[in-house]
């Protein structure tokens, strides 16, 4: 792992491994049918030409995520690049680095029609899992640690 304090000066190539962070803003967060806040795939559509900015989860603090464009409320869900490549996105470095060395671009497939796009940002939004709280700056711990053994 790379120290996350310290991007490599230059990018190493991405693998299939590795999580990448979206910034999540309050108004890409919709309840499912149990209630339960998840992301919408609002999230991974890009506008006509455009993309979505991402960040290699092990290259970077989660401050770096949300500070750049700071929107209260904000979290921040991680997605694999293997779901994002297995989708027909483009995963690419950010080759201006005009945030963060760890900033990747996430270019969404051509050539599809609309209900293909949003089929394919619902599939990605369905396998984000929280990193930083819904609607809160809670961190979510992804796995509960088991509980202390008790008194003998």
């Known amino acids: 792992m790379v120290d996350a304090q310290q991007p490599p000066a230059t990018p190493r190539a991405l693998d299939d491994t590795e999580d990448l ?10 309840k499912d049918d149990a209630g339960r806040r998840r992301v919408s ?17 092990s290259e970077c603090e989660t401050a770096v995520v949300l500070t750049p464009y700071t929107v209260e409320g904000a979290s921040i869900g991680a997605i694999g690049v293997d779901a ?38 619902r599939e990605l939004a369905l396998r984000t899992r929280w990193v930083v709280g819904v609607l809160t700056w809670d961190v979510v711990d992804p796995e509960p640690e088991p509980n202390p053994p008790g008194p003998e």
Do not use: M
């Open 21 to 30: 962070h979206r910034r999540i803003l309050p108004e890409w967060v919709v």
């Open 41 to 57: 795939a609002a999230a991974y559509k890009a506008r006509s030409g455009e993309h979505c900015s991402v960040y290699v989860a």
């Open 84 to 121: 994002c490549r297995s989708r027909g996105y483009v995963v690419q470095r950010d080759v201006l680095a005009n945030e963060h060395l760890s900033h990747v671009h996430l270019i969404q497939p051509t050539g599809l029609s609309k209900g293909a796009r949003h089929a394919i940002c």
